[in-house]
């Protein structure tokens, strides 16, 4: 049975970039995990929030145009942050990227500039991103609810 946003996420996807709403919705349709989105447009507050809390690294953020979502896996009724799911949130993604001709990047593989053009799964792309900053001496950022168009 597929699944479908709830109300309260479409009320989240208000201000969103179309484009960016259309793939959520094509996504909620391919994915074999459901999801929600918990965050659309951010305001400056917000974002400084999150930045000084260290859930963002950057006041210059996608979400204070539109630009991106984060969404949030559930389990049945029950919201969850295993990061193994985010990894077939974003394989629905790419497929629906990849349908609707969509440039889309994905905060689990910060290096893949648009998913799109990723041959293999989301995971791989994400284990290729964290043994490139590894290989650099740095730490990855594993934002995997986060999506945003380039």
Known sequence: M????????????????????????????LTKVDFGVIEGVRTQMRQQELVNSG???????????GHAVDLMAYIGDRASWELNLYDDIADAMQAAAIELQTPLKWGGAWSVQDIRR???T??????????????QGRRPFIDGPHFELP
Not at 55 to 65: D, E, F, G, V, Y
Request: hydrophobic share 45%.
């Open 55 to 65: 859930a963002s690294q950057t006041m210059n953020s996608r979400h204070l145009t």
């Open 122 to 135: 989301m995971a791989s792309a994400m284990n290729s991103y964290i043994d490139e900053r590894r290989k």
């Open 118 to 120: 990723w041959h293999g």
């Open 2 to 29: 597929p699944f479908a946003l709830s109300q309260r996420s479409l009320d989240n996807l208000a201000g969103v970039q179309p484009a960016l709403v259309a793939l959520v919705k094509r996504a909620i349709q």
